[in-house]
């Protein structure tokens, strides 16, 4: 993850980001270009869960395909609330 987006998901300056760096709060990786990338999971650790949310999207081409879209939005409910 860039720091522009666990910036903007924090809500913090980039001082703090780099405190909670040093810190061990999020971890972090230095690339070969020497660019920092931010861990997913201790980014969104450190905002708590509630920031995290899962969006749907589903769809079909036609009004007879509606028993489709039906199933297709109960599987990704499923995968939703298995993926918490």
């Known amino acids: 993850m860039k ?3 666990v910036l903007r998901i924090l ?3 980039r001082v703090t980001l780099w405190s909670y760096v040093k810190s061990g709060k999020i971890k972090v990786t ?3 270009n ?3 990338d ?3 999971k ?3 650790d450190c905002a708590g869960k509630k ?3 899962n969006v749907i999207y589903a ?3 036609t009004y007879k395909q509606k028993d489709d879209l039906k199933r297709q939005v109960q599987l990704l409910n499923k995968y939703c609330l298995a993926n918490k």
């Open 3 to 5: 720091s522009k987006d």
């Open 51 to 53: 920031n995290k949310v």
């Open 38 to 40: 931010y861990d997913d």
């Open 11 to 13: 809500g913090i300056s």
């Open 59 to 61: 769809r079909v081409s």
């Open 30 to 32: 230095k690339l070969s």
């Open 34 to 36: 020497g660019f920092y």
């Open 42 to 44: 201790s980014v969104y």
